[in-house]
């Protein structure tokens, strides 16, 4: 059975995109902690309760950052969502299931490795998500960010608005 199309995305849909992306900016933008714990890790071998806990905190930010996309994404599947518009040209519609599947990608595997990593002790892993998977991830939130402003500003959609008030 196929998912529908509603003109808008449900509620639960919105509440779990804006806060998906409070706690992936609080990642992004607050990594010391692990930074921290990593360092001394390197270094000494052990860490302090205080970086142990900033550690942790760092973690459990990024496990339920997996949680809420494992929602997101069995939402998506039975509510479906909104059509592209049709101002929006079909290359730009293209590109956007592509970033949209690539984001899904990467807030799925940036947490695995970082579990992987913190949890595990597989440092691959961890120079893997804190590098390059973070660096894609900050370029495809930019692309991301701009096509909303595109759809706002430019073609004058109501694609921003879907996401906020429905």
Not at 14 to 19: G, K, S, T
Not at 79 to 86: E, F, I, K, L, S
């Amino acid at each position: 059975m196929a998912a529908p199309n509603p003109s808008s995305f449900s509620a639960p849909q919105r509440v779990l995109h804006w806060l998906t992306a409070a706690l992936v900016f609080f990642n992004l933008l607050f990594p010391d902690g692990m930074n921290a714990w990593n360092r001394s890790m390197k270094r000494t071998g052990a860490a302090t309760a205080d970086q142990v806990a900033s550690a942790n905190i760092h973690a459990y930010v990024g496990m339920a950052i997996l949680l809420l996309v494992v929602l997101r994404l069995l939402l998506r599947s039975v509510q479906g969502v909104p059509v592209a518009p049709p101002e929006e040209p079909p290359a730009f519609t293209r590109a956007a299931k592509i970033a949209a599947g690539a984001l899904y990608l990467l807030l799925i595997a940036i947490p695995l490795t970082g579990i992987a990593a913190y949890y595990f002790g597989y440092e691959v892993a961890g120079d893997f998500h804190a590098e390059a998977l973070k660096i894609v991830l900050w370029v495809v939130l930019a692309a991301h960010v701009l096509g909303a402003l595109a759809h706002q500003f430019y073609w004058k959609t109501n694609v921003l608005r879907r996401m906020t008030v429905g």
